[in-house]
């Protein structure tokens, strides 16, 4: 048992018991991770009224600018590598996350910068939204109303989307994204219809019933997920560029939630270099020293071993100007399983659903983002409280 001067609390172990005890995973929720993550879809439908009420038409009337630049950290940082994935290659200018304060030394007022930020006062947010005020870039920001990054958009008389903030920044994530992409849809970047929204809501409200906690672990893939990667070192691989997205969201959310160390990337970087992984102390070195007759269920107690989770995308028109054709990136998809196979490293795979990129984007995440959780609950662990991120924020803002 870990008892620390820092609040932490928990099992080393997972306690695969938990997970189908819902008055026993509620009582190890209190602040309800469960209950915001399963809201994605209410998030959805909530931010783009939100987005509607700004009147976002107004950012056409200065026509397409140089470049967008999305400004903010943690979760709402990862809303411009969405941005940048949904509006794919044929997006007519370039999309760039930015997680610093301030904005890049080439932003002049040609550009546009979305700040984003949860709390609304972050300082990468602010730093990006005075940072373009000053230098003449049109400016939008997303973030709680009354904050202090409203007052920031209000003395330079940009459009500010108030989304209220009703859980972590980490369980945000479509409601901090959904406003980036109706604003980049006005200056005509992405295609994104009104039905495109409706469908992702309605693909993350059937996900969070499949995975609500009083579905047993049998029949919910996301309890199946995390008592899978208990006691592992996980590696997050995505197929395609959306895929990619996903398995990065799905390596902040272990981290924070279940404090796990993850490796994650896109598939066609690991083939370079990262696939070596399974060769290793952790993979297959490991796994050779497994009993050929133990149950391949049966956790082992000693060693820590690699657990392969793989997003595959398939991609939606084998048209899309695309860097990697869609039969190659499924010939990496099958090459790495077979790899892992070979190595004895089990391997769990995400296939993503729906008809629109956003959907798709949405299938990848939302069992992982609950798999985080369970993961957490498994150990004893409160996803909520982190305190190590609560500290790192007192001593920085020393």
């Known amino acids: 048992m870990i008892d620390g001067t820092a609040g ?8 695969e018991r938990l997970l189908d005890d ?28 939100l987005a509607a009420e700004a009147n976002l038409s107004v950012l056409a009337d200065d026509g397409r600018p140089r470049a967008v630049v999305i400004a903010g950290i943690g979760t709402a940082g990862r809303t411009g590598d969405v941005l940048a994935t949904v509006a794919g290659p044929r997006c007519p200018v370039p999309v760039i996350a930015h997680r610093s304060a301030g904005v890049p030394g080439w932003v002049g007022a040609a550009d546009m910068v979305i700040a984003i930020s949860a709390s609304g006062r972050s300082p990468e947010a602010l730093g990006a939204a005075e940072a373009a005020h000053r230098r003449g870039a049109r400016l939008v920001a997303v973030g709680p109303p009354d904050s202090q990054l409203q007052s920031v958009a209000e003395r330079a ?42 469908e992702t809501a309605a693909r993350l409200d059937a996900d969070a019933d499949r995975c609500r906690p009083t579905a047993e672990s049998f029949v919910n893939p996301a309890k199946s997920l995390a008592l899978g990667l208990a ?11 959306l895929a990619s997205v996903a398995a990065r969201r799905f390596g902040d959310t272990l981290s924070a939630n279940a404090r796990y160390p993850v490796v994650t990337g896109a598939l066609g970087e690991a083939g370079r270099g990262r696939v070596g992984l399974l060769d290793g102390v952790f993979g297959g070195l490991a796994e050779g020293e497994r009993d050929i007759f133990a149950d391949t269920e049966e956790p082992v107690a000693e060693g820590t071993r690699l657990r392969l989770v793989l997003l595959r995308d398939g991609g939606l028109n084998a048209e899309d100007d695309a860097d990697e054709p869609l039969a190659v990136e499924e010939r990496r998809a099958e090459a790495v399983q077979t790899l892992a ?7 769990d795979v995400v296939t993503a659903e ?20 369970y993961l957490a609950l498994a150990h004893g662990l409160d996803p909520m409280a982190v305190p190590a991120i609560t500290e790192m924020k007192e001593l920085s803002n020393q």
């Not at 469960?34 to 998030?43: P, W």
Request: net charge positive.
């Open 22 to 49: 819902p008055q026993a995973l509620v009582e190890r929720d209190p602040g309800g991770m469960l209950r915001h993550t399963a809201s994605a879809g209410a998030q959805v439908r909530e931010s783009a009224a």
């Open 354 to 373: 729906g008809g629109s990129a956003l959907e798709r984007l949405a299938s990848l995440v939302a069992v992982p983002d609950f798999a985080s959780i």
């Open 231 to 241: 006691g592992s070192v996980p590696i997050v691989w995505g197929s395609s560029p």
């Open 8 to 15: 932490v609390s928990g099992h080393r172990h997972a306690d």
């Open 157 to 198: 008389r940009a459009p500010f989307i108030p989304v209220p903030r009703r859980a972590p920044a980490r369980a945000s994530l479509w409601g901090l994204t959904v406003p980036v992409l109706l604003a980049a849809r006005a200056l005509g970047l992405v295609k994104v219809n009104e039905a495109d929204l409706a």
């Open 341 to 347: 196979e070979r190595r004895g490293v089990r391997c």
